[in-house]
């Protein structure tokens, strides 16, 4: 696809859930810090729900009304196991990074908005191959947390690209949610914490299968855009 055809200059990628197959492995990791520190252990879809938030913000919603003291203990607990025993288990969604080779070698700009640290993220990065594919990246430490915007009018700043021209991939309500505050298109896909329900309560543009659906779907999208007169609105887009 050439790159003046391309519906958007900029695709910005929530990290777990979406290009990584994470979050069996964020859940457990929640359950072994909460067996740890004595407290009742959570039904899954309660913590798959919180996944894509800041640390801090999922504990708030996980243990509601801990002191500061126990919250400390619970983001400290959390993250030695994370380091010491979860962090190399997650591998990149089937696909991944040929599909990002494929959007880059198209003309996408690529970015990642997360609710990882930037440790975390860095280090994942890295283990991933992945260190050199972004033109930016943000991570919930060094911004508010999903849903607030400012991870990506951050990235958009950075990279002086109007919002209109970026969309925002993810698997959880928290990334469309995002991208609607700060007026992104956003795409959700379905093999993370939420599911299509959910997703399309946000009203995204589309809910794929996966991430490696997603240069058929824009392919599809630029044909319907491109055949219509620019003085018409872009039309709904086609289904995935």
Same mark, same amino acid.
């Given at each position: ?30 359950? =072994? &810090? #909460? +067996? *740890? $520190?004595?407290? %009742? ?12 938030? @800041? !640390? ?41 990074? =040929? &599909? #990002? +080779? *494929? $959007?880059?070698? %198209? ?12 440790? @975390? !993220? ?44 970026? +969309? ?73």
């Amino acid at each position: 696809m050439p790159a003046e055809a391309n519906p958007f200059r900029l695709l910005v990628f929530d990290w777990d859930g979406t290009l990584m197959d994470s979050i069996g492995t964020i859940v457990a990791c929640t359950q =072994a &810090t #909460l +067996a *740890e $520190l004595g407290l %009742a252990s959570l039904p899954d879809k309660t913590i798959r729900d919180t996944i894509g938030l @800041g !640390l801090r913000e999922t504990i708030d919603l996980l243990a509601p009304g801990c002191d500061e003291a126990l919250h400390l203990r619970i983001a400290e607990c959390y993250r030695r196991s994370w380091f010491s025993s979860y962090r190399d288990l997650p591998l990149l969604f089937a696909g991944v990074g =040929a &599909t #990002l +080779a *494929e $959007l880059a070698d %198209a003309g996408y700009a690529l970015a990642v908005a997360t609710g990882k640290s930037r440790r @975390g !993220l860095d280090y994942a990065l890295d283990q991933t191959g992945l260190a050199g594919a972004f033109a930016a990246t943000r991570t919930a430490d060094e911004s508010h947390s999903k849903p607030h915007p400012q991870m990506l009018l951050d990235i958009l700043n950075h990279l002086e690209i109007h919002p209109s021209e970026a +969309a925002m991939i993810g698997d959880t309500s928290f990334d469309l949610e995002m991208a609607q505050s700060a007026g992104l298109a956003a795409v959700g896909v379905l093999c993370g914490s939420h599911g299509r329900q959910e997703l399309e309560a946000c009203a995204p543009l589309a809910c794929l299968g996966g991430v490696h659906e997603l240069p058929g779907w824009l392919s599809r999208l630029a044909g319907e855009t491109w055949a219509t007169p620019s003085s018409s609105p872009r039309p709904t887009p086609p289904d995935p």
